[in-house]
T-cell receptor
């Protein structure tokens, strides 16, 4: 079956531009997660949804970052007024509802801010 | 705050030898612990997890890991390494009672298995 997909796979933005990154989770997966992965580091938690409810956004680095999942399926991570330090790979993962279940990761979106 | 550490950036082993990739954690209570593997140009893939019960858990591709509460460790092991095991490995932890949705990852260990 289809896994988690993310688009675009690569995004180059000029400093100050807004970007939107899309995640299509595995069908039926209730939980959806966003992570930021800098070069040479592990994924850093950004935010977490259960259906359409954003239950934890403690990892969002600033108010320029915003995530939504309006219908409990597809999710969008938006970054406003991008800065160079936002350059990273943004990973999306989904899982069934239980917290002990493993996450299924998408291939990521590599964002480069010039 | 919870944290996960992978003390080795790189592990090199010869094919056929046993391998160990180390992970220690600082997560309150009884944590959920996971290992994921990342191959080049591919997303992270789940290998195995510890939730409760038997401290030795077995996962995909012949990997296993041992949960050691006294040492707060969850090392990944395989009795006989294959060249195809060469990849980037991540350990992750989650506190199911205070923050069930948030996983904390280590910085990864690059495993190289030489023929």
């Amino acid at each position: 079956g289809a896994g988690v997909s993310q688009s675009p796979r690569y995004k180059v933005a000029k400093r100050g531009q807004d970007v939107a990154l899309r995640c299509d989770p595995i069908s039926g997966h209730v939980s959806l997660f966003w992570y930021q992965q800098a070069l040479g580091q592990g994924p850093e938690f950004l935010t977490y949804f259960q259906n359409e409810a954003q239950l934890d956004k403690s990892g969002l680095p600033s108010d320029r970052f915003f995530a939504e999942r309006p219908e409990g399926s597809v999710s969008t991570l938006k970054i406003q007024r991008t800065q160079q330090e936002d350059s990273a790979v943004y990973l999306c993962a989904s899982s069934t509802s239980s917290s002990y279940n493993e996450q299924f990761f998408g291939p990521g979106t590599r964002l480069t801010v010039l | 705050a919870q944290s996960v550490a992978q003390p080795e950036d790189q592990v090199n082993v010869a094919e056929g030898n046993p391998l160990t990739v180390k992970c220690t954690y600082s997560v309150s209570g009884n944590p959920y612990l996971f290992w994921y593997v990342q191959y080049p140009n591919r997303g992270l893939q789940f290998l195995l997890k510890y939730i409760t019960g038997d401290n030795l858990v077995k996962g995909s591709y012949g990997f296993e890991a041992e949960f050691n509460k006294s040492q707060t460790s969850f090392h990944l092991k395989k009795p006989s390494a294959l060249v195809s095991d060469s990849a980037l490995y991540f350990c992750a932890g989650r506190d199911p009672y205070t923050n069930a949705g948030k996983s904390t990852f280590g910085d990864g260990t690059t495993l190289t298995v030489k023929p």
